[in-house]
Every structure is written in C-alpha cells, then in structure tokens.
C-alpha cells in the first residue's frame, strides 16, 4: 500500500483528513495559505518537519482519550512534551530570518498555549460536572472515561468531529429533566443517543463541552393495553425510550401482535431513535414508519419540561396521501396536571411527498416535536405505538433474477406491487432486493442451481387469513417473474422463512474489503421509476470502472517509462510495443465514456452484433460489445514479459493497488416502497478516493431529485452526510422552529444548518495504522489490529454480549470495545514514536477490554463480518502475559498451579486444602463480611467481591481416591461385566467435573457402566489446558494440549480393538479445548460428544417428567449437536425452562474480577425469577460444572442450587444412592480394569 505524503506530512494522522483540514481544524485558512506557500520554497524541510511535529502531537492527543488521559494524569509526561515544544520553536526561531516563518511559529505558539492550557481546563471542568451532575444521578452513572468517551464519538458511520466532555446514563425521566437543567448551569450542550445506529452521524458531537445523554439504561416495557379511537379497541404497547427495538418486536409477538416499526437495526436500535428518526424498515410498505404508528410519545424539552405529543383519531393504518394528520402537544406537570400547549394538523403530503413511500426530509413538520428532529429539540423518554394482529398465514418467497443487468428485477417489482393493488384478501407485507455486490460480499448461496450469481435477489412476505388465496398470489407472483430470465422459491415454514432473510440481515458486509468505510446514504423515489434508476446505476458503475482502468493505464505508463533496461536489447522494443497498444486502449475506453448515453453506431471499429441504435453503455452493459482489461492490459504484459520476474511483480502491485480504489456502487433496498440505499465502500486513508466517493453521491442525490422525482432520505434522516443534498428551503424552516424550541441550542448543536463546517469531519483510517506495520509487529499488535479491522459498527454483537449490560453500567459490547482497540494501538504506535522505545505503557489499557469479555463467542454467528471476539480477547490476554502487564492475581495463579498437577496425592493434599479449607473459610468470611459490606467495599474491594456470595460445599473425594485409582502410566476402563456390552466410549473428565465437582464425573461414569457402556478414562488427573489458555498463558496450554494428546495417542494404540467412537466430555471448555486436539485423527472417525446429548442419542435412559425443569444455557455449551431442547425432550420427554445470559462464574473470571462477575450474576438471578412464580428454593439444571459454581452462588432473593445435568440424570433414573451402588458394584464386580500404558 502506498502512502501519500503529498496530502499527509502531519506525523501520527491516522484518519481520512489530509494536512489542510488538521491545520483548519486549529488555524484560520490564511494559515494554511501561508504553509502552502513556504512549502514550494523549502530548502532543507527541517523547520517544516519541527512545525508538523508540534501539530501532530496536538491532533493526536486532542483526538484520542486515552492519550489525552494518560497525559492529563501525568504531570511530569505533560512537563516533558512542552519542554519539547519550546525546544522545537527555538530551534525554528534560531535557524530562521523567514519573515513568513516567524508569522507562522507565534500562530503555532499560540496554538500550543491553548492546547496546554486545556489540560488546567479540563481537570476543573471534570470536577464541576462532577460535582453538579452528582446531585443527579449516581457516580456509576456519570463517565469521563477514554472507553465511554469514544464508544460515543461516533455511530455506525465511524465519522467524527470531537469528543463528548461527559457521557452521562439517566435511568428515568426525572434524571433527565434535571440533568437538562444541570446542562444550562454548566455551559454544556446535550445530544441525546440511543443504540448508536445512526448512517448518517445524526448523535455524533460536533461541538466541545458537549455531554452525551445515553438513554440506554431506560428499558421498561408495559403490558399490552387498548384504547377505544371512533368504536374501534386499538391495541397498544408503552415502552421507554432506551429499549431495543427487537426487544419490543418479541414481546409484542409473543402476546399476539405486531409492532410495525422494525428498522434493519432493529438488534440494537433504541424506540427514542425510531422516533427522532422517523426510522422505517422491511413493514413499511404495509404499515408505513414510525409516524404512522406513534399513538403518542413524551419527551423532555430545552427548558426541562416534560411534554406529550398525541395523535388524535388514529386510523390504524399506514398514512394515506389524502389523511389528515392531528397531534396534539401537552405539558404534563405533578402538580398542575397536563395542559394542551397547540395543535398541529397536517395532511398526509406534509408527511411524505407525493409518490414516494417514504419521506424524512421535512424536519419541521409544522412545529410537531421529537419526530425526524435527530435529538435537536429534546430527549424522548417513553412512547405509545399502535399494535396489529398478525396475519394467519404466510409466505416468504425469494426471487433470484439473472442476466447481465438490474433491469429485469425492477420492472418485476413494479408488475409485483401493482399486482396487489386492489388485493383485499391478502397483501405485501415486505419486498426487499439486493444487487449482485451484497450477493458476492455476503457469500449469498443460491438457491437455484444455477452456477451463475444472480444479478439481484428479491425477498417477499406475502400474508393473508386466506390460505387459499395467498397460495394463488404466491403461484401468480412465480408467473410475473417467469419472463424475466429468475428462479423462485417459496418458504412455507417459519424455519425455511428465517432462512431466506437471514441473508438480508448481513449487507453490512460489502465494506468488509476497505476496512469497513462506507457512504451509506438512503434514498426514495417512486416505485415505477425503479427501472430507469437501474440504468442510471449501471451505467455509474460502468463509467467509474472505465475511468478507473484509464488511470491504471495512466499509473503503468509512468512507470514503465520510468523504467529502462539497456542491457536487454529486445525490452525497450517490447516495452514500446505494450506502451503503444495500452495508450489505443485508453483512447477506446475514454470514447466510451464520453459517448456512453449516445448510441453505438457512433463508435469506430467496434464489433457488435447487436443494435447499434441502442445506448453505448446499454451495449457494453450486457456484454454485446466486449472489452476487457485483464485481455487488454494486464494480462497482456505477463504474457509477453514473461522472464522479468521482478518488473512484473511490481507491476501486481500497481495493478492491485488502483483496483483496490475502483468505486463499487452497490444498491440494496425497501422496493415495495422505492427506498433505495446507496453504498460506497471507500478507503478512508485515500483523499482522491474519498472525494470521487463524495462526489458520486452527489450525482446520486442530484438525480434522485432532478430526474426521478425522489426524496434524498426515506430513513437514515439528514445528519451530517446529507446537509449539502438537502434543499436550503428545507433546513430555513427548520431552523425557525428550532429557535423557537430550543432558543439557546442545547439540543445536538451545529446539525441541521446549511452552514455547517463538513471539512470538519473525519474518519480513523486502519489502512494507514497498518502501515506502520513494523511497529506493530514489534508490539505483537499486527495480529490484533487486522483481526478487528472489518467492524461496521452496527451494533449486532450489543444484545447477545454477556458484559453488555447497560442495566448496571455495564456498555463493554465488541463494537465499543473493537472501537476502544482502535485508539489504544493508536496510543501504542505514538509512545513507541515518541519515546523511541517501546514502554508497552498503553498496554495496561488493553486490561479492562479483555476483562470485560466471557468469551461465550455468542458475537460470532450474528457478526456480518465473521468478528469472534472471543478469540481477539484471548489474544490479548496472551499479549498482556507475554509482555508481563497482565494485573497480578495470587488467588487465580494458586488455582492454575493446581490445575496443572496431574500427580494423585498432589490433587488429594490441594483438594483438602483448596476445596475443603479454602471453600469453608470463604463462606465463613461470607458471613463475617455482612455487616462490615459498606468498609471492606471501601477499603479492599476486589476481597469484598469475592465475599459477596457463598461458595457451594465440594471437595469430596473423586473416583480416583474412593477406588485408588493410581499411577502415571496405568489407565482404566469401567464395564459392567454383568451386561452384555453395547459399546466403547473414551471419557475426559477434566478439572471441573473431576476435581471440583467430583460427582459429576462418577456420575457420567456411573451412567454409562449401569448402561452397559464401556468407559475408558485416562490416567492421573488432566487439565484440557483451556483455563490455562483462557488467562493468556498460551505457551502453557499448548504445551499441555501437546501433553494430552501423546497420552490419548498412547490409549489409542492399546484399546483400538475398542473401535471408539464418541469421546465424552461433561464440559464445554473440555469440548471447545479437545476440539483443537483433531481427536478424529487420534481415535480414527471418533467425535466428542456431550455425555447428555449420548444418552439422549443412544436413547439410553427415557422417562416422561411432568415437572418443569429450570436449564442455564452455559456460555461454554457443549450441548452441540442436537442442542438443549432436544436433549430434554429425548430423555425427560418436555423442553426446559430456561433464562438467557452468563451466570457470572466465567471459569477463573469469578476470582480474577469479582466486580464483573457479581453484576452478571445478579442478573442471572432476575431473569430466572422474572419466569418463576413462587420465590422458593431452586434447583437449576446446568451442563458445566463452573456454573453449577455460579448458579449456586446465587443467595439474595432466592435460594439456587446449580446441579449438573448429568448428576441430575444419575439421581432420576439409579436412585438416590446411585454413588454408594456404583462404588459397591465396581469393588463387588471387578468393574474396573487397570491398563498400563
């Protein structure tokens, strides 16, 4: 990758800005006029140098907390970077007479006070925020943190403009109103943020002193009620503004009803932002956007007081063209009651221009407050929306149109939606299409047989109460598409439905090859113009390929005729040969693209069997008139330069290089209502690249209005990534309601104006972070930054991550923490520069990330870009132990020190004193920490955390010492000698199973032998190595893996008359580890299964239980094949009742970092009594033996005993003395035999 120094001699500018807007970020323009112009008359360059490294220090430090806090919190580190400074303009004053150098040092001066100065500033603003907003809400609640402040520094675009000074965490509205209040008094402006899912910067700060108000922690949701409009009962549900919109959908669908407003980020986007968005999604074509669903909604205003906006007569449908729209606006106060303030009337085209399905662009709707405003006129709090009875039946049809262009599938769309027009029985209820670019980034699987990518896939929900007549419009749809070249299939099923959308929940990784930068801009015209707005994108895409091929063509000319060879005779005529014939391919694709809407008979020497009467782009479009660079070009040189392996290997690069910046349009969209969404994948480092993006979109936007009729925005709303599209008319009318609702903009300042700075924005570059890749390889940080790099933001891995748990201030989902890393190797690569060493100081920052990680890699399977940051945590935990900065842990390292001891009187002496004595003077301390809760939490936090719960009882003598099974070198294998033998199993028993809990491996071994099951364990007492690898300690682990298998080896080669096929485990972390082990190669064709899922599929042990049984989900599952349920039902007969998320016992994590652990166990415990009704003493069934830990560590409120499910199993089906019979039947019947290795 190359780096352009013409735009960037700023030192430590990671970003997408270029020298001109860092120094119009802190100068005035006539200081970049002035640098420009000292810059063509350099002579050395060392005055220059010294002057961009002041600069490049200030924007580094300015732009990224977790510098700036580092230097804020270290005087003498302060101290030092000024003398430095002040050496750095002495030097350039002692070496100078340049008048215009000296102008230029007293701005840098001036500058550099200011930028000192801000750090005596800072720690005083700190501590009157603190002080102010303490009275408000709780310490937990308020963040000036690096990690909070740059989780909300942007959105899911990833641009940015400064930094929030606080983040603040209201948990009702009386919070917000004050802290409203409390903003005034401080000078601070306020941006309200919900999920953060935001295309188009809407909730990105533009100003200082600003304070994020994150409503996140507002989640409560009311039982489903119905208010009576003209005779008619419409049902409703009330939420607070902080829930997750998927969140409500389910509730909503479990009780029986639709909610209609269902944004595609509806797994992290919040009810405040569908509301100050005015979001749509997949629904909007039957039941319109959220407008058209708001029965009413509160929010608090610029003065604090909290207001409700009304929609009078609501119809109970979408809104209609010819509707009149009523709200009614009150203000709600304890004491004086509600008061209505105005009504507002609107029509239905106030609401959405006439044509389009969709429309966002009119921010002022008359003065109505909250909706499509983008946080700039208050804080929504709660809402009311309008429910709807789902449809009996439905179908979910996937369409696959192919050919050589997107023609066919728009005009399919319109015949479709035309088609249902005057349907009355059964109706669209989604109709969603994506291009072939999302169907190459997502790795679309067709569903035809065809070998070819479709050009464009279309999904459809079709539902009615009509079977029959939704079987018909299902059949008439498969015969509209039958002309235009598609296959068609039909989802009957739930299951077969879920299928074809997930798909469509995945399009987020078309930016996955530019390091996740994208322009996503939304747009909506009328659905009949579809066809024409093909062609238009077509033929924008054909132009930018061409135009990208004439300066690959232009790059390779330059530097071929850079290039000689005089000892080659024939390589200066071959050389002149290919430069001729590359610049006549020029001069044809040039022609192309100036005569590409004219028709083809004007071109020259073409072949074409086609009509020429048509467009040129049409004809180079569907492959009739042929070109190809790879034949033309590329292709070409490497056949006829074979030899020169060098030149050639130089000339990949070059083509690599500019193929890589090649513009990629890709469309997807809401068809049935004409929402069309752009994307732009586009590498943020590259300023040429990143303005022919911009001025793409433009062409876009200019088209959407000019020629299609459209809007510019059906959902994402106007942001920053707008403001230049949007009619001026527009943003005036919204600027007076504004004044008039927010006359001092507190209110997501700066947005909305047509005069806003946009060379202010900018976006991290991980393209130009890798380019300091020896750095990175040096701090072992390569690795790691490549593994996050594709991250979108969008926010999916936020609701199934474990410490995402904002109830308890707890934000750490992989899309704040991969944001987090960002900066962090930012700080890193700045230190190692600065310094000229490597500290590793910033490294310690890296700690809380992967603290704050279960490594339940629940993020994976939703992730659109394939992110486990299970595995990055693991890879920082190694980096931490290899560099010594993990944080020293006695208690953790004691436990791993005994976990690696294999030897039998070694476990015996550490089981008494570890489980016996250890566990007993815990719980005593337990007792005695009580009363003393408040000092201990004071004085020695992390003890008070591990004494918040009582440890269970265990150390009791295992297997092993009940039967002296002893020896390094002897194995055993337990049968029952009085059944006939049905088969040979391996079984691991690990730490957990066999140490701690030594009753589940006796029970796994008892159920087994009482089944006539062969069961061969391996000798001493093995650790699979993951609590090893789960702390870092990798070297460890591998050398511990490598130990296990040399022994399973050696058992293989003894017992292989045995012909084993399963290798049972009672663990996940057993399961996870022992899958790295290639068990299959060691024992031929064996897989490791769960003992639970064994029984269940050998049918072993079957009895009908009428009891609920409670189940915990562990995060380490190792119910792998057939899954929890169906275990269940094959054993017990009935599913088990289960609650979601981690029980907080993490393996080590309890004793590492009790403060993490405690919140996700308390947690557990609600949502466990949030499905029980009698508040007794429970017993929870669970398939890890850490959780049975955890799970019975759960004391205040309720009473749980964790047990293991195959302890549970011994119990039901061999009686409660199942462990005295086992033991009496093993000694009794020889059932044990000693094997020596």
């Known amino acids: 990758m190359k780096k352009d120094f013409g735009y960037r001699e700023i030192p430590y500018n990671y970003t997408s800005f270029s020298d001109r807007e860092i120094i119009l970020k802190y100068f005035d323009s006539g200081t970049w006029d002035l640098l420009d112009d000292l810059r063509t008359k350099r002579i050395t360059g060392r005055s220059a140098k010294l002057i961009f490294e002041i600069i490049g220090d200030i924007f580094i430090i300015d732009r990224n907390p977790y510098i700036f806090n580092d230097y804020l919190e270290d005087k003498k580190k302060q101290k030092k970077l000024r003398k430095l400074h002040n050496i750095r303009c002495e030097s350039i004053r002692n070496k100078t007479t340049n008048p215009l150098i000296l102008e230029l040092l007293e701005k840098l001066k001036a500058v550099d006070a200011r930028f000192f100065q801000k750090f005596k ?15 408000i809400l709780s310490k937990d609640n308020i963040h000036f943190s690096a990690f909070h402040k740059v989780s909300h520094v942007t959105d899911a675009t990833d641009l940015r403009v400064e930094y929030p000074a606080v983040v603040v965490y209201p948990e ?87 909610f209609a407003t269902d944004p595609t980020s509806a797994w992290a986007s919040t009810i405040g932002g569908n509301i100050a968005e005015n979001a749509g999604g997949k629904k909007c074509v039957m039941w319109g956007t959220t407008i058209d669903n708001i029965l009413s909604f509160r929010l608090i205003n610029a003065e604090g007081t909290l207001l409700e906006v009304r929609r009078r007569n609501h119809p109970h449908r979408k809104i209609n063209p010819e509707d009149e729209v009523i709200f009614e606006v009150y203000t709600l106060s304890r004491k004086k009651g509600e008061k209505l303030l105005r009504t507002i009337n609107l029509t239905g085209l106030d609401v959405r221009k006439e044509g389009v399905g969709k429309d966002i662009t009119n921010k002022a709707l008359k003065g109505v407050p909250g909706i499509q405003k983008e946080g700039g006129d208050g804080i929504i709090v709660s809402a009311k929306f309008v429910l709807y009875r789902p449809f009996q039946h439905c179908r979910t049809i996937c369409l696959e149109f192919f050919g050589t262009n997107l023609v066919n599938a728009s005009k399919a769309i319109v015949e479709i939606k035309d088609s249902f027009q005057n349907n009355t029985r059964a109706y669209l209820t989604a109709l969603e299409h994506f291009d072939e670019k999302y169907v190459k980034a997502i790795n679309y699987r067709n569903k035809s047989y065809r070998s070819d990518f479709p050009k464009a896939v279309l999904l459809i929900d079709i539902e009615s109460n009509d079977h029959d007549e939704l079987e018909k419009s299902s059949r008439q749809i498969l015969d509209i598409v039958t002309p235009y070249n598609t296959e068609g299939f039909i989802a009957e099923t739930d299951e077969k439905r879920e299928i074809f959308w997930k798909d469509r929940k995945n399009l987020g990784a078309i930016a996955r090859h530019t390091n996740a930068f994208k322009l996503n801009e939304d747009i909506v015209i009328p659905v009949e113009a579809l066809p024409q707005f093909s062609d238009f994108i077509d033929r924008l895409n054909l132009q930018n390929e061409l135009e990208n091929d004439c300066l690959l063509i232009d790059e390779l000319t330059e530097y071929f005729n850079r290039k000689q060879d005089t000892e080659d005779p024939f390589f200066g005529t071959k050389l002149q040969s290919y430069l001729a014939n590359i610049a006549q391919v020029k001069e044809k694709y040039v022609s192309y693209i100036e005569n590409m ?9 073409i072949l074409c069997s086609g009509d020429t009467s048509r467009p040129l782009f049409e004809l180079l479009r569907d492959g009739i008139i042929l070109y190809s660079t790879h ?19 130089e000339f990949d690069e070059i083509v690599e290089y500019r193929n890589s910046r090649k513009l990629i349009i890709a469309t997807h969209m809401h068809a049935g209502d004409g ?57 005036e009318d919204y600027a007076r309601y504004k004044k008039k609702a927010d006359p001092d903009d507190i209110f997501n300042p700066g947005k909305l104006r047509h005069d806003f700075p946009l060379n202010s924005i900018y976006t991290p570059s991980l393209n ?64 190692a520069q600065t310094t000229n060493n490597l500290s590793f100081h910033n490294f310690r920052m890296l700690r809380d990330i992967s603290d704050h990680c279960t490594m339940c890699h629940n993020c994976y399977n939703p992730c659109p870009v394939n992110i486990d940051f299970g595995n990055v945590s693991l890879a920082i935990r190694k980096l931490l132990n290899e560099r010594k900065r993990s944080e020293p842990k006695f208690i953790t390292s004691f436990v791993l020190f005994y976990l690696k001891r294999k030897g039998y009187y070694a476990n015996k002496i550490l089981r008494i004193l570890l489980l016996r004595i250890g566990y007993s003077m815990q719980r005593l301390g337990y007792l005695l920490n009580k ?37 390094t070198n002897t194995f055993f294998a337990f049968q029952n000698k009085k059944m006939e033998l049905k088969k040979s199993v391996v079984y691991f028993p690990g730490c957990g199973s066999e140490r701690m809990f030594p009753d589940i491996s006796m029970a796994v071994i008892a159920l087994l032998y ?11 007492y093995l650790c699979c190595g993951y609590p090893l690898m789960a702390n870092g300690r990798m070297k460890e682990a591998e050398t511990k893996s490598y130990e296990n298998r040399v022994i399973f080896h050696r058992i293989s080669d003894i017992v292989n008359y045995m012909e084993i096929e399963d290798v049972i485990v009672s663990c996940g972390t057993c399961f996870e580890m022992l899958n790295k082990y290639n068990i299959e190669n060691i024992f031929p064709g064996a897989a490791i299964t769960d003992i639970n899922e064994f029984i269940a599929r050998e049918s072993i042990y079957q009895k009908k239980f009428n009891n609920t049984l409670l189940y915990h989900e562990p995060c380490h599952s190792p119910l792998k094949s057939i899954g929890a349920d169906k275990t269940f039902i094959a054993i017990y007969g009935n599913k088990p009742l289960s609650a979601p998320n981690c029980c907080g016992e993490g393996g080590t994590m309890s004793l590492s970092t009790p403060h993490i652990s405690n919140s996700l166990r308390g947690r557990k415990r609600d949502n466990f009594l949030s499905i029980i009704e009698k508040k007794e003493p429970l017993t929870i069934l669970t398939s890890c033996p850490s959780c049975v830990q955890g799970l019975s560590k759960i004391n205040n409120r309720v009473s749980v005993q964790g047990k293991h499910l195959a302890v549970h199993l011994a119990e039901s089906f061999l009686g409660k003395n199942w462990k005295k019979d086992f033991i009496k039947s093993v000694n009794k019947n020889e059932g044990v035999e000693r094997i020596i290795l």
Do not use: W
């Open 1010 to 1020: 009482n089944a006539g099951v062969r069961v061969v364990i391996p000798p001493e």
């Open 121 to 135: 500033d800072e720690e005083k603003k700190r501590r009157r925020i603190q002080f102010t907003l303490g009275q």
């Open 931 to 967: 009363p003393l809760n408040r000092v201990t939490a004071i004085i020695v936090p992390k003890i008070n955390g591990i004494l918040q719960s009582r440890l269970p009882r265990t150390g009791k003598p295992s297997v092993r010492e009940l039967l002296s099974l002893k020896g």
């Open 768 to 831: 130009l972070l890798e380019l300091e890749a020896f750095i990175l390889e040096v701090a072992d940080m390569k690795d790691l930054t490549k593994s996050i790099a594709s991250c979108v933001r969008c926010g999916k891995c936020k609701e199934v991550c474990n410490t995402h748990y904002p109830e308890c201030s707890m934000f750490y989902s992989p899309r704040n923490k991969i944001l987090a890393v960002t900066l962090i190797t930012e700080a890193v690569l700045y230190e």
């Open 675 to 731: 929402n069309i969404h752009v994307n732009i994948p586009v590498h943020s480092n590259d300023c040429r690249m990143m303005q022919k993006a911009d001025e793409t979109a433009g062409i876009v936007m200019k088209a959407t209005t000019d020629k299609f009729n459209g809007v510019i925005s059906g959902e994402h709303g106007i942001g920053l990534t707008k403001l230049k599209f949007i009619d001026k008319s527009v943003l």
């Open 597 to 605: 809407e004219k028709p083809a008979s004007i071109q020259k020497n």
């Open 631 to 649: 034949d033309d070009v590329t292709g070409h040189f490497r056949k006829n330069f074979h030899g020169y392996n060098e030149m050639i290997a």
């Open 172 to 258: 009702n509205t009386a919070e917000i109103s004050k802290l409203v209040k409390a903003a005034k008094s401080l000078n601070l402006k306020i941006i309200p943020r919900g999920g953060g899912t935001g295309l188009t910067g809407g909730a990105i700060p533009v100003v200082e002193n600003t304070m994020v108000v994150n409503i996140e922690k507002m989640r409560g949701i009311s039982n489903i009620e119905f208010t009576e409009v003209n005779g008619i009962e419409i049902p409703y549900v009330e939420t607070d503004a902080g829930v997750i919109t998927e969140t409500v959908t389910h509730y909503c669908h479990k009780q029986g009803y639709i």
